[in-house]
């Protein structure tokens, strides 16, 4: 039976009741004199005390450290957006919404961080600035910024159309590196001008009326110089709806090529090489 002095028992009474106050503390008192000195009962407490703040940290940070199992990380799976970054993807697949040009002009921001050579694969599957039924949800600056970031980062953006590229996002589409822009078989492309639903008074009005003509023109510009057309010609296609499929978005300047198979995707995702390699 081990006995206690009363400088022991102050001691550990005192360590205690400071691992409870200062548990999630990254400078807690050691017990020092009283491990120095060969007391079981303090190294006792002190190793506990150990255990108890390293479960806090733990704890506090959500899963600060990740576990292991015969060399397997264990845990919840990555979730998709963070697979496709992996991989240098940017997905658009919602209308132009200030949420979604937030995320992809973060994503875009951080690739460039992390490489400035790797290409960037943009796959758009989007509306826009306006819903499928041609109701403005967005407004043109959105896809300026996204169209901006594009020029502003230093890897190539290599585009790819699948689904729907209407009005802005067939502008995005068509921002990509040159050579590098390309279409799935079944996509549909479509040129339009931006949409306005301003109401209020007559002056208001006036005011969003230049503005949207301003962006107009703007749009007009960017997609005249990516297809090497006169800004006249453009505008005219411009004024009402234009439907192109990918290989007449081909022979208009949009895109330059039409994917058909696997072998002609910009980026093979690194799981689908191992399972090559596998084979």
């Known amino acids: 039976m081990v006995k206690f002095n009363k400088v022991a028992i102050y001691g550990i009474i005192g360590a205690i009741a400071s691992s409870m106050t ?25 190793l506990a005390r150990e255990n108890l703040n390293d479960h806090m940290k733990m704890v506090a940070g959500g899963a600060a450290a990740e576990e292991y199992y015969e060399g397997v990380r264990i845990g919840p799976p990555p979730d998709l957006p963070s697979l496709l970054l992996h991989n240098r993807i940017v997905y658009i697949g919602m209308p132009l919404v200030p949420a979604v040009t937030e995320l992809v002009i973060a994503e ?16 758009i599957n989007s509306s826009g600035t306006t819903t499928a039924q ?19 980062v230093r890897p190539p953006v290599h585009t790819v159309a699948l689904g ?9 589409l068509a921002q990509g590196k040159r050579g590098k822009r390309s279409s799935l078989p079944n996509a549909t492309i479509m040129l339009n ?5 301003t109401q209020g008074q007559a002056s208001d009005i006036a005011l ?9 023109r703007t749009t007009c510009e960017l997609i005249a110089r990516a297809c090497q057309k006169p800004l006249d010609t453009v505008m005219e296609d ?17 895109i330059d090529r039409v994917l058909q198979n696997e072998s002609s995707l910009p980026v093979q995702p690194s799981f689908i090489q191992q399972m090559t390699r596998g084979q």
């Open 22 to 46: 200062n548990a999630f503390s990254p400078l807690q008192p050691k017990l020092t004199p009283l491990i120095n000195s060969g007391n079981p009962a303090a190294k006792k407490v002190e």
């Open 108 to 123: 875009l921001l951080y690739l460039n961080y992390e490489s400035t050579t790797d290409p960037i694969t943009m796959y």
């Open 134 to 152: 041609g109701q403005a949800v967005g407004f043109e600056t959105e896809a300026f910024a996204i169209a901006d970031v594009m020029k502003y």
């Open 164 to 172: 729907q590229a209407f009005g802005a996002a067939a502008m995005l």
């Open 193 to 197: 001008q931006p949409r306005s639903q």
């Open 208 to 216: 969003r009326a230049r503005e949207v003509a301003r962006n107009r």
């Open 238 to 254: 411009c004024q009402r709806v234009k439907y192109l499929q990918p290989h007449e978005a081909v022979e208009y300047g949009l």
